[in-house]
């Protein structure tokens, strides 16, 4: 099979921080996609059977899967049948070599939040993985502001005070999650999982040093910590 890639631009300004399960049994475009999101700090578990990927699916949190329809194992809308019956709600975005229209009326049938047909611009892959991430995370609007911190989804990049802020892979991937649902608790559990691949050991203190080292970038006040439970991104006025 033949997959075009056109990498037009530098990604890594694009996009990150989500736990993605990528499910694509050609292991060359799996690779591919897998190094692309990596490299926009997103956390990467590729799998390219349909059995693991349902297992997965249901047993670990992502923030999105990716799913290629035609596997071995189990096909990917059978997977995606089963993680919906089982009120599995993450977003999928189908992947497919099949243009025909039955496909792509099985997988939306089966709970696809959007689709795209190979061969595909990586560009496109990434543009609709944020649209489905961010309309899943509750937001219609890709502008996330919390005090003077500002979260432009589409694009990725983190503003304090109008300025760019830099971030480790970790640090964006903590301080995505609290952005998408700023205001409410995120539970420290909910936090480990999906900012560290499928394999990695989890350290729970390593939580508490990726939070140390944001809040000396962003302020001490904007990351309240919620004793027992987990962390509070909040714009808070100054007592
Ligand atoms: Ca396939």
Known sequence: MKTAFHVRFNLAELFGGMRILL????????????????AENCAVDLVSDGIDAQH??????????????????????DVLAAWRRGARALPVLVLTAREAWADKVTAY?????????KPFRIEEL????????????????PHMVCGPLVFESQTGQFELDGLPLKLTAFEYRVLS???????????RLDLLERIYEGDADV?????????????????????ETVRGRGYRLTARTSA
């Open 23 to 38: 499910v694509e049994d050609d292991a060359d475009l799996g690779e591919a996609i897998a190094r692309k999101l990596r």
């Open 56 to 77: 997965l699916g249901d047993t670990e949190q992502y923030d999105a899967a990716i799913l290629d329809l035609g596997l071995p194992g189990k096909s990917g809308a």
């Open 109 to 117: 049938k089966a709970g696809a939040d959007d689709y795209l047909t």
């Open 126 to 141: 990434m543009m609709r993985l944020r649209a489905i991430v961010r309309r899943a995370a509750g937001h219609a609007d």
């Open 177 to 187: 999650q609290l952005m998408m649902r700023r205001g409410a608790v995120v539970e």
């Open 203 to 223: 350290d729970s203190n390593t939580l508490d040093v990726i939070v140390g080292r944001l809040r000396r970038k962003i302020g001490a006040d904007l990351i």
